[in-house]
């Protein structure tokens, strides 16, 4: 492992598992109702290595980065696949209409 001083720069990414009790759900089924699990905090996430719960600081942290990582795959997504079919109709101008304006058929 590698001496530092100070701050860590970047914020480790841990790995995460659903919980093996609430499979995820963050609830278990009581007798009559729904009670939030203990093993993971009622999150439905714990550690991927060894299945531990997380702080709570520390899962929204986890969980943003999940989330930020999520939405750079959409976006990149979205910017790769041209749209095509129905929907490409509605979103580029084909100057059909009066004065060269988008017409849909509508």
């Known amino acids: 492992m590698k001496k530092s001083h100070g701050p860590v720069f970047r914020?480790?990414?841990l790995e995460l598992a659903r919980c093996?009790?609430?499979?995820?759900?963050?609830v278990t089924q009581g007798v009559f109702h729904e009670?939030?699990?203990?093993q993971c905090n009622a999150s439905g996430w714990v550690s991927g290595e060894t299945?531990?719960?997380?702080p709570h600081h520390v899962l929204?942290?986890?969980?943003s980065l999940r989330l930020q990582a999520?939405?750079?795959?959409?976006?990149?997504?979205?910017r790769s696949v041209p749209m095509s079919g129905p929907a490409a109709q509605y979103t580029q101008s084909n100057r059909r209409g009066a004065g060269g304006t988008n017409y849909t058929g509508d």
């Open 60 to 63: 929204v942290m986890q969980l």
């Open 51 to 54: 299945g531990e719960a997380l």
């Open 11 to 13: 914020a480790a990414r």
């Open 20 to 26: 093996s009790a609430c499979r995820g759900r963050a």
């Open 70 to 78: 999520a939405e750079q795959q959409i976006e990149q997504l979205k």
């Open 35 to 38: 009670l939030p699990c203990e």
